[in-house]
């Protein structure tokens, strides 16, 4: 349409409307987090959701450093720029700093209508199917094509996704994981953490509530070493015992090429998209967190991966069943 000015006007462009906002803020706090911690503060403001740390959910025993509360907030990130792309809006995102915010991580802004492409609407659908997935898997390994399309996804956000085949460098790593879960388990800050978050009668809406941790199915002594408490009903444990057993899970982990705040946000994105690929396809996948919660421990799962890229998340991978959803806070609006 022709201004008076003899400019062309641009169509007035309809920015997401309540629902679309609410949907927003639903999908970034449908992210994963440590212990259920939801360590962020969402909200809706200056025409884009913002995502900032939330310091009081920060796990002092677990996560000292906060490296884990920024993986979640990436992910958070993840979950609603690609919910932007669904509801057909371009998604400008941008990542810290702020100046003025050390806990600003990052802002996702709807812009012009612009269609999203298959995959954008593929991930943001799994977006709220995506749970842990913690029971044992079946050992049908991985077709190579899903293989590619997981370290495609880390490689959107500039992460590499090292898919752990070798088998003494899956000896060495399990070795670190049972290391690092009995140093966690002598704890008694870590203990006393975990006894807030898991299976803790007083909590809702986060952590884990007493019914949901006695659904975890029982610990083993390899890639699922953390107890929830968990008697899993008897119906699920014969399921367990009926199924082929887990031994060789996939295992994958999510490294970045610096370890800066920058570089955990990121990382955290780029995990989510591996997740949410991995619940597109049908896969189960779970965390495994300890060898990379110990500090010195992490410095020699780096070693152990070659010395050059930072490892930032273990993810165990397979073909699962479905599972319970956990809770989540009111967002904060
Ligand atoms: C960085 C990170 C580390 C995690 N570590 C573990 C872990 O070691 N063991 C585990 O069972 N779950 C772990 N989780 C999964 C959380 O417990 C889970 O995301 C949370 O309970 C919310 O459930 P959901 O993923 O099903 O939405 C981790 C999640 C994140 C993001």
Do not use: K
């Not at 802002?107 to 199917?129: M, N």
């Not at 975990?194 to 949901?212: K, M, Y």
């Not at 397979?318 to 904060?332: A, E, F, L, S, Y």
């Amino acid at each position: 349409m022709a201004r008076p000015d003899g400019e062309t006007a641009t169509p007035p462009r309809r920015g997401p409307d309540d629902a679309e906002i609410a949907e927003l803020l639903r999908a970034g706090a449908s992210a994963p987090s440590s212990h259920n911690s939801q360590p962020w503060r969402l909200r809706w403001h200056d025409d884009a959701v913002e995502v900032h740390g939330d310091p009081g959910r920060r796990l002092e025993a677990a996560d000292p450093d906060g490296r884990e509360l920024r993986i979640a907030c990436g992910a958070a990130i993840a979950n609603v720029r690609l919910t932007v792309r669904a509801q057909g809006r371009r998604a400008h995102a941008q990542l810290l700093p702020d100046r003025d915010d050390p806990w600003f991580y990052g802002r996702v802004r709807p812009g012009a209508p612009w269609p999203p492409a298959g995959w954008e609407v593929e991930l943001a659908r799994a977006v709220r199917r995506r749970h842990t997935d913690r029971h044992p898997f079946s050992d049908r390994p991985l077709p190579a094509a899903l293989r590619n399309q997981l370290v495609r996804a880390a490689w959107r956000e500039s992460c590499r996704l090292v898919i752990v085949d070798d088998r003494p460098l899956r000896r060495g790593l399990l070795a670190l994981t049972a290391e690092a879960h009995h140093q966690q388990q002598s704890d008694p800050a870590f203990r006393a953490e975990w006894a807030r978050w898991i299976g803790s009668g007083e909590r809702a809406g986060d952590g884990l509530s007493p019914e949901l941790a006695r659904l975890a199915p029982r610990p083993d002594d390899a890639w699922r070493p953390r107890d929830f408490g968990g008697a899993a009903p008897q119906h699920e444990r014969e399921l367990d015992a009926e199924g082929p057993g887990e031994h060789e899970p996939t295992i994958a982990v999510v490294t970045s090429f610096d370890d800066g705040a920058l570089a955990q946000v990121r990382a955290g994105l780029a995990m989510q998209q591996v997740l949410l690929t991995a619940t597109a396809r049908g896969l189960g996948a779970s965390f495994v967190a300890p060898p990379l919660e110990v500090a010195a421990i992490r410095v020699r799962v780096r070693a152990l991966l070659g010395g050059v890229l930072w490892p930032q998340v273990v993810l165990r991978l397979g073909w699962g069943r479905p599972v319970h959803p956990t809770p989540r806070r009111p967002v904060d609006g």
